[in-house]
Structures are given as C-alpha cells and as structure tokens.
C-alpha cells in the first residue's frame, strides 16, 4: 500500500460528459502529480502541485483542470470528455517540491468514455 | 515527442537467469533516473534509482547502469523470479521537475 488513495476506482460516462478525479496523498506529502496512461502508451505527465500551487504543467489538455485543496487532496477535473479520454489516471505523492524524491503512486481511476 | 524510450515491449526471461531491461533517453539534460514497477491493477511502485553523477546502483538483485554519453540506462535483474513479472518503467527528470516515463517493457520470468 502506497499510501495514495485515488477515487473512484472505476468511472464509465458518455462523450461530452464531466468528472471529477480525486486523489489523497500520503500523509506529510506536499506535491501531488497527475499521469495519464492511455493503450501502448507511457505515464504521460499532466500536472503537479505543490502545497496547493501549480508547480508544473505538462500534457495537460485545456479540457482538463486540476487543483489542490488545503488539506492536500488533489482533483483532476475532465470536462467536454471524448473517446480518446478514456485512459488509466494515476496519481502520486512526493514530499518533496521538485521531485528528486520518489514518486509514490495511487492504483490509478479507469475512465473509460463511451 | 518521447524523451524516453523502452524499445521493448516484452521479454521473456526462465528463472534463475539475468533480466536486462534498456531504456533510452534524448535529453541530455536529465539528471536523475529511476526504475518502477507495475503490477496488474496497482500503481507503479519505486524500484531504484541513479543520479547522473554516478554510473551504476545497486539494491539487492537490481542494478541500474547508466551511460550518460549514449543516453541509455539499464536495469540488471539477477536473479529473476517469478514475482519479478511485471511491467517496467523508467523515467528521468531533469533537476527533479516533471518526469518522463518511457512506454514500459513486460517482464515474464517463467519458473
């Protein structure tokens, strides 16, 4: 148990539809990271927050949004979602702002977009 | 455009032998590399890691070998075990901000 809790586990919605991903990180960890994994694809790095700012934008769509919350819970928001959506999320935690610790990962949100 | 890569999507390797899994990285900038493993319905969990200061790390049976002027990182499993079957990442980082992951490579060690 990595101690990242990522909910739901599972999550089947429509084209054009909006959800919302959430995700807890360990205990005492300030930096929350969103990954996406879509089919024969790698972790393709979304965003990252540290201690409730954006600390790090990557391959993130305008579509999707995220934030961190004070008591650092993270949500991964996906609104107007389309069939390419469908993917595994993941989420993980690092004590540390710029990520030269490891990452501790959640067991991931399958969306899947019908 | 993939920063880092793992060539192979699978390898087959029998129990008791040596598991060498490649990746390949493009930008010489990144400094700090790590190995995960992911089993089937988990998240991937930490294995190992290098910094580019160095050129190999050893934790048990898994080594990682690093060669900065062919941008390429290795991850030595010796002994492989059955339990060591599961898909493999690695990724890099650049000063420690965002990683990249490469596409993963499956491990199958058969008994």
């Known amino acids: 148990d990595s101690g990242v809790t990522q909910t739901p586990k599972h999550l089947i919605t429509a084209t054009g539809q909006r959800v919302t991903l959430r995700c807890s990180p360990r205990?005492?960890?300030?930096?929350v990271y969103w990954y996406q994994q879509s089919l024969d694809q790698g972790l393709q790095f979304l965003i990252q927050y540290y201690n409730g700012e954006e600390r790090a934008k990557g391959n993130i769509l305008e579509r999707f949004s995220a934030q961190q919350f004070p008591d650092l819970h993270s949500e991964l928001n996906l609104s107007s979602l389309e069939l390419g959506d469908s993917a595994l999320y993941f989420c993980?935690?690092?004590?540390?702002?710029?990520?030269?610790?490891?990452?501790?990962f959640g067991s991931g949100t399958q969306l899947s977009v019908l | 455009d993939q920063q880092v890569k793992q060539n192979s999507p699978s390898l087959s390797v029998q129990e008791g032998r040596i598991s060498i899994l490649n990746c390949d990285y493009t930008n010489s900038m990144f400094d700090y590399f790590l190995w995960y493993k992911k089993y089937p319905a988990e998240g991937p969990t930490f294995l190992i890691s290098?910094?580019?200061?160095?050129d190999k790390n050893e934790d048990g049976r898994f080594t990682v070998f690093l060669n900065k002027s062919a941008k390429h990182l290795s991850l030595h499993i010796v002994p492989s075990q059955p339990g060591d079957s599961a898909v493999y990442f690695c990724a890099a980082s650049e000063h420690g901000n965002q990683f990249y992951f490469g596409t993963g490579t499956s491990l199958t060690v058969i008994p």
């Open positions: 993980a935690s690092s004590s540390s702002r710029t990520g030269d610790e490891k990452l501790f």
């Open positions: 205990s005492g960890d300030l930096s």
């Open positions: 290098i910094s580019s200061i160095k």
